[in-house]
C-alpha cells in the first residue's frame, strides 16, 4: 500500500503570516491524485485543494496553493495571509487509481493560528 | 449541495453490543468509505464499496462489516463492540474528478 508521511504533528503561524505544511509520499504508480483536506474543530472534513500527477503546474486555491514535486515525492501545502479560521488538522491525502480509487491519508498536521 | 449524512453524531455502547452505523449519500456515488480516526494514526480504511453488493477491505478490517444493499447507504457493523474500537468514524464517497466527499463523523465509544 502506498504510505503518506505528515513530519510535523503540529504547528503554529502568526495571523497574516504565510505557513508550509509539508507531506512526502511512496509509490511506484505515475498517474495518481494528491489531496489535501482541513478537519476544523466542527470535525467536517473539508477539501483545500486537489493535484493531478500528469500536471506539472502547481494547483492553487485563492490564499492555498501547493509546491508538487514528482521526482521527490513531495506535496508542500502553502498557506499564505493565514487567518484564524485556517486553524484546523491538515490531511494529505493519495488516491490511487490502480487501487480501486483507494485514498490513503497521512497522520495529520495540527495548525494553530496565532492572532 | 452534496451531502453524506451520517446517522449519528455521538454513540455510547457497551461491550459485546452489535452496533451499526449508517451513512447515506445523496449525489449517485459508486464508490463509499469508513474510515476510523484516532489520534496520531490518521485516516485508516476500514472497508470501502465500488458497487451495490460489493465490498473490499481496507487496512483494518478485523472486528467489523459492512452492507451495501443500495447505492446511497452504506452500513458499517461491529458485530461485537470493543473498548479498542472507541473511535471518530468518518464515512465518505467519491465525487466527480475523485473529490472525497465526508460526513460529519460518528464519535463512538464503547464501554
Known amino acids: 500500500a502506498q504510505t503518506v508521511t505528515q513530519s510535523q504533528p503540529e504547528m503554529s503561524v502568526q495571523e497574516a503570516e504565510t505557513v508550509t505544511l509539508s507531506c512526502t509520499y511512496d509509490t511506484s504508480e505515475s498517474d495518481y491524485y494528491l489531496f489535501w483536506y482541513k478537519q476544523p474543530p466542527s470535525r467536517q472534513m473539508i477539501l483545500v485543494i486537489r493535484?493531478?500527477?500528469?500536471?506539472?503546474q502547481n494547483a492553487t486555491e485563492n490564499r492555498f496553493s501547493v509546491n508538487f514535486q514528482k521526482a521527490a515525492k513531495s506535496f508542500s501545502l502553502k498557506i499564505s495571509d493565514s487567518q484564524l479560521g485556517d486553524a484546523a488538522m491538515y490531511f494529505c491525502?493519495?488516491?490511487?487509481?490502480?487501487?480501486?480509487?483507494?485514498?490513503?491519508f497521512g497522520t495529520g498536521t495540527s495548525l494553530t493560528v496565532i492572532p | 449541495d452534496v451531502k453524506v449524512t451520517q446517522s449519528s453524531r455521538y454513540l455510547v455502547k457497551r461491550t459485546g453490543e452489535k452496533v451499526f452505523l449508517e451513512c447515506v449519500q445523496d449525489?449517485?456515488?459508486?464508490?463509499m468509505f469508513w474510515y476510523r480516526q484516532d489520534p496520531g494514526l490518521g485516516l485508516r480504511l476500514i472497508y470501502f464499496s465500488y458497487d451495490v453488493k460489493m465490498k473490499e477491505k481496507g487496512d483494518i478490517p478485523e472486528g467489523y462489516s459492512v452492507s451495501r444493499e443500495k447505492k446511497e447507504r452504506f452500513s458499517l457493523i461491529l458485530e461485537s463492540a470493543s473498548t479498542n474500537q472507541t473511535s471518530m468514524y468518518l464515512c465518505?464517497?467519491?465525487?466527480?474528478?475523485?473529490?472525497?466527499?465526508f460526513g460529519s463523523g460518528t464519535q463512538l465509544s464503547v464501554l
Open positions: 449525489m449517485d456515488h459508486e464508490n
Open positions: 465518505a464517497s467519491t465525487g466527480p474528478r475523485g473529490k472525497l466527499f
Open positions: 491525502a493519495y488516491r490511487s487509481p490502480l487501487t480501486g480509487n483507494q485514498f490513503y
Open positions: 493535484q493531478e500527477a500528469y500536471k506539472q
